[in-house]
């Protein structure tokens, strides 16, 4: 089990929990690179958590356009997933300062949508761009 957190300890943060392949290798890239999943959001008064499943290539896409946004720290980063259940858009203002707006979803297709935005520094930013290396080497795409 591996862990992408953006923000705070406690407040202001979001954070995916990724607890491995959903399935064993059968040689289908689809079917081969779903992980599931616990998203946990954490934004004024509003928190919860549901379960989502991720493809490991949406990961993978979201950190090399993080990694720009972190050596940069101007331009945006956008994490969306197949099944829409969590859209990210990280956007630096030069200066340091990363505001992540982002929307969630407790079912596919059907759920409950929460639209929110916390704002993280670059030293934050390098944090999440770390544990999500750290996700991406545990559970790497599968060709």
């Known amino acids: 089990m591996k862990s992408i957190a953006f923000g ?22 689809h079917d081969d690179n779903w992980l599931s999943v616990e998203v946990s959001v954490k934004c004024g008064a509003f928190h919860g958590k549901f379960p989502a ?9 979201f950190h090399a356009q993080l990694i720009s946004l972190y050596q940069t720290l101007v331009g945006t980063a956008k994490f969306e997933t ?4 969590l859209e990210l858009q990280a956007t630096g203002d030069g200066a340091g300062h990363i505001k992540i707006s982002g929307e969630a979803l407790d079912q596919a297709g059907i759920g409950n ?15 999440s761009v770390q ?13």
Do not use: C, N, W
Not at 8 to 29: I, K, M, P, Q, W
Not at 114 to 123: H, R, S
């Open 8 to 29: 705070g300890e406690e407040h202001e943060r979001l954070e995916v929990t990724v607890f491995g392949y959903e399935r064993a290798a059968s040689g289908d890239y």
């Open 53 to 61: 499943a991720f493809l490991t290539g949406e990961l993978e896409s």
């Open 82 to 85: 197949l099944e829409g259940q």
């Open 113 to 127: 949508k929460l639209i929110f935005d916390i704002v993280i520094d670059q030293t934050q930013l390098q944090t």
């Open 131 to 143: 544990s999500l290396a750290a996700v991406m080497l545990a559970f790497p795409v599968r060709t």
